[in-house]
Structure formats: structure tokens, C-alpha cells
T-cell receptor, first 114, second 114 residues
């Protein structure tokens, strides 16, 4: 069975410093992996996705993630945090196939301080 | 502009009442999904539909019902049988053949039972 573990429920950084949100996954297949962002009382927005092409994936708003099969990790990074990055972030794995069921991590809340 | 709309944004229900949440998409997507989100948790799948007039239960379907009479619409009814319906409900969609392509999400409906 596939699963996703987000290693930190809360992360706090200062504006202008790097962001690291950690995600480990478990999958029997070659997975598709995603990071979504959710601002308060809003829907989810896709940040980036990995689908077995390049292992370093670039997304929107300066975020990127690296797929490491040997470590079963897909950590999200950004070189310099902005106040607008404060939100909830979800790491997601797809079971693939025609249905494309998504398995969500519990989320990491990112706080950005001035 | 293409997208997913959910209405209402906020919904209040008395115990024992059924309520219906609306989800409409103009993306011409085949598949639609309903998720439930509780504080500090990831999203859990309630129901999904890959084509018109067909739908399947997700992980937490008890106390919910859906219909898919049109490709654009996938309403969710929260019945009185749902023991703890207060939550944030998110609708999503994607093309049925978009393997690993992720899902597009609506802005959500927050349901509160009084």
C-alpha cells in the first residue's frame, strides 16, 4: 500500500531564509509525486509534480523538489522564503492507473516571520 | 476562464438535516472527486466518478451520497447518517487518462453543523 509521511507538522522560518519541507513516501510502484499548497480557507493549488522524468522538479513561485528513490524522499525547498509563502503544504503520491487516486500526507504548516 | 466552482462557501446545518454541496467544472474533465478535510489532517476521499452516470465509494463514503448526471456537475449530499459532518469539503477533477497528472481543486465549502 502506498503512503506519505510529512516529517514536520509545523515549520517556521524568517523571511529571506531557505525553506525545507520534508516528505517520505512508500510505494510499490514507480510513483507520481506532487506538492500542493493551501492558503487558509482556500482550495489546493498544484506547486509541482514528479512523473519519472527529471529527478529535480521545478515548480511555481520558486519552489523545487528532488526525487530520491534510494531515500524514498521528495523534499520541497525554496532558496528564500517570502511572507506570501505562509500556508499549508501537502505531499501527495498517486497510485497511477486510469483512476489516479491520490494519497495525501497530513500536511506541514509553514510560518514565515519578518 | 476554466475552473471548478463550489457553492456555497459556508454552509450551516442543523442536526438531522440533509444538505447538498455543489461542484461544477468547465474544464471538460472526465473524472471528479470529493474530499473531506479535517484540521491537522490530509484530505480523505469520499466519492469519485470517472464518467457520467457512474461513481465509486472512496475511503469514507458512509453518510454521503453523490450523483453524476452531467459531465460538468458532481453534487455531494451530506445525509443525517453522517455522524460528524463538520469539515471542509473539497471537489476536484482531472482527465481520466491523465496518468500521474494530479487533480485540479475547487475553493471548498466549509460545513458546520449547529
Amino acid at each position: 500500500a502506498q503512503s506519505v509521511t510529512q516529517l514536520d507538522s509545523h515549520v517556521s522560518v524568517s523571511e529571506g531564509t531557505p525553506v525545507l519541507l520534508r516528505c517520505n513516501y512508500s510505494s510499490s510502484y514507480s510513483p507520481s509525486l506532487f506538492w500542493y499548497v493551501q492558503h487558509p480557507n482556500k482550495g489546493l493549488q498544484l506547486l509541482l509534480k514528479y512523473t519519472s522524468a527529471a529527478t529535480l522538479v521545478k515548480g511555481i513561485n520558486g519552489f523545487e523538489a528532488e526525487f530520491k528513490k534510494s531515500e524514498t524522499s521528495f523534499h520541497l525547498t525554496k532558496p528564500s522564503a517570502h511572507m506570501s509563502d505562509a500556508a499549508e503544504y501537502f505531499c501527495v503520491v498517486s497510485e497511477g492507473g486510469g483512476y489516479n487516486k491520490l494519497i495525501f500526507g497530513a500536511g506541514t504548516r509553514l510560518a514565515v516571520h519578518p | 476562464d476554466g475552473g471548478i466552482t463550489q457553492s456555497p462557501k459556508y454552509l450551516f446545518r442543523k442536526e438531522g438535516q440533509n444538505v447538498t454541496l455543489s461542484c461544477e467544472q468547465n474544464l471538460n474533465h472526465d473524472a471528479m472527486y470529493w474530499y473531506r478535510q479535517d484540521p491537522g489532517q490530509g484530505l480523505r476521499l469520499i466519492y469519485y466518478s470517472q464518467i457520467v452516470n457512474d461513481f465509486q465509494k472512496g475511503d469514507i463514503a458512509e453518510g454521503y451520497s453523490v450523483s453524476r448526471e452531467k459531465k460538468e456537475s458532481f453534487p455531494l449530499t451530506v445525509t443525517s447518517a453522517q455522524k460528524n459532518p463538520t469539515a471542509f469539503y473539497l471537489c476536484a477533477s482531472n482527465t481520466r487518462t491523465s496518468l500521474g497528472g494530479g487533480q485540479f481543486f475547487g475553493p471548498g465549502t466549509r460545513l458546520t453543523v449547529l
